[in-house]
C-alpha cells in the first residue's frame, strides 16, 4: 500500500503549527511557532493578539514544514486542519489557509477535532490498542473518552467548569508565579509538602471533575493568610494543590478503566506533561496490570503532528468539510 503524506495544521491557541504526517504514525516534520513570550506578560492568552500573531506567522510556518521535510504540496495525499474547539479568531487563520492550499492544489480537506489530535498524539509513539480510555487534561479540557476502535469516540465524564490546567494557570496567578502556571506548580510540589487541608473535589461517583472550587480554596486561604498578616508557604502549596488534582484524576480513571472492563489506557493533552500525574498514573497502572501510553512531552502540548495523525484516520473513513467552512470553539468531540 502506498504511503499517505498529510499536511497539518494547528492553529486552535496560541501555537501556531503545521506539520507532515506519514501514514499516522511517523512525523516527517513539525514546526511550532509558541507565543507564550507574547502572553506571558497578560499572564494568560488574549485571543485578539493570539489571531494577530497567527497572521503574521501562518505563510513562514508552511514554508518551513516543507523545507524541514524537502518535499512540495504536490506530494501531499490530504489537508487536516483543526476546526474546534479553540478560539475562534485563531482557529479561522488555520481553517482559511489550509482550505487556501487544498483549494489551489486540489488536495481532500479534513476536519480534525482538538482533542481527536490530543488523543492520537499517542499513536506517533505507539500504535493505539483497543479498547481503551483516554484521560484527556490540558488548560481547555479535562475528558475521559471511551475509544472501542480507530476514531470512535465515547465521553464518559468532564469537568462541569474548569479545565485542570485552567485551574493550575489560576492558582499560579494567586501564588505570584508565572504563566504558564502549570509546568511551575509541578516543579514547585516535588520541593514542598502537603501541608494545606484543600478538599478532593468533586469526590463522587461519577466521571466528571470540578476544580473551581479547589482553586477558590487556594484563593481564600491565601487571602485569610494575607489578612493575618502570615505569607503562604508557596512550595507547600503547590504540593497540597498538586495531590488533590492528581489523586481525583487517578481516582477516578482508574475507577472508569475498571466499569468499563479496559486495560489499555492512554493520557492526553498538556497536562499529560504534569511529572506528578505521570508517576502517579504509572504506580497505579503497574499495580492493577494496566497498559500506559503517555505520549513525549513535545506531543502533550498544542502541535500539528497530533492533528496530522488523526487526520489520516479522518481521511481514510472519508470525512471531509462540506462547502461551508466552519470553526467550532465549543464543540463536542464525536
Do not use: W
Not at 308 to 332: C, E, H, N, Q, S
Amino acid at each position: 500500500m502506498n504511503s499517505k503524506y498529510i499536511l497539518a495544521f494547528e492553529t486552535s491557541c496560541d501555537e501556531t503549527s503545521v506539520s507532515i504526517i506519514k501514514d499516522g504514525h511517523t512525523e516527517i516534520a513539525t514546526v511550532v511557532l509558541s507565543q507564550i513570550d507574547i502572553h506571558s506578560k497578560f499572564g494568560g492568552v488574549v485571543p485578539e493578539t493570539a489571531s494577530r500573531a497567527h497572521i503574521e506567522n501562518i505563510t513562514i510556518v508552511i514554508e518551513e514544514v516543507l523545507e524541514k521535510a524537502n518535499m512540495k504540496i504536490e506530494e501531499i495525499d490530504a489537508i487536516a486542519v483543526t476546526y474546534g474547539p479553540g478560539l475562534i479568531g485563531s482557529l479561522l487563520i488555520g481553517l482559511v489557509a489550509a482550505k487556501t492550499l487544498a483549494f489551489i492544489y486540489n488536495k481532500p480537506f479534513v476536519p480534525v477535532h482538538h482533542i481527536a489530535g490530543h488523543i492520537y498524539a499517542n499513536n506517533l509513539v505507539k500504535p493505539l490498542e483497543f479498547p481503551l480510555i483516554a484521560l484527556v487534561v490540558s488548560g481547555g479540557h479535562t475528558e475521559l473518552i471511551l475509544m472501542e476502535e480507530d476514531y470512535s469516540f465515547k465521553y464518559i465524564g468532564g469537568t462541569v467548569d474548569d479545565a485542570v490546567g485552567e485551574a493550575y494557570d489560576k492558582v499560579a496567578r494567586v501564588l505570584g508565579l508565572s504563566y504558564p502556571g502549570g509546568p511551575v506548580i509541578d516543579k514547585l510540589a516535588f520541593t514542598g509538602k502537603d501541608t494545606y487541608d484543600l478538599p478532593l473535589p468533586m469526590d463522587d461517583t461519577s466521571f466528571n471533575f470540578s476544580f473551581s472550587g479547589l482553586k477558590s480554596a487556594v484563593i481564600n486561604m491565601a487571602h485569610n493568610e494575607k489578612q493575618r498578616g502570615n505569607k503562604i508557604n508557596i512550595e507547600n502549596m503547590a504540593t497540597s494543590f498538586q495531590n488533590r488534582v492528581v489523586e481525583i484524576l487517578t481516582k477516578k480513571t482508574m475507577r472508569a478503566l475498571k466499569k468499563y472492563d479496559v486495560t489499555n489506557l492512554i493520557v492526553a493533552g498538556g497536562v499529560a506533561a504534569n511529572k506528578g500525574l505521570r508517576d502517579r498514573l504509572t504506580e497505579l497502572c503497574n499495580e492493577n496490570n494496566i497498559n500506559l501510553l503517555i505520549p513525549n512531552i513535545n506531543y502533550c502540548t498544542d502541535n500539528a503532528a497530533m492533528i496530522g495523525a488523526a487526520g489520516y484516520y479522518a481521511y481514510k473513513m472519508g470525512r471531509r468539510f462540506d462547502d461551508i467552512l466552519k470553526a467550532k470553539p465549543t464543540d463536542v468531540l464525536h
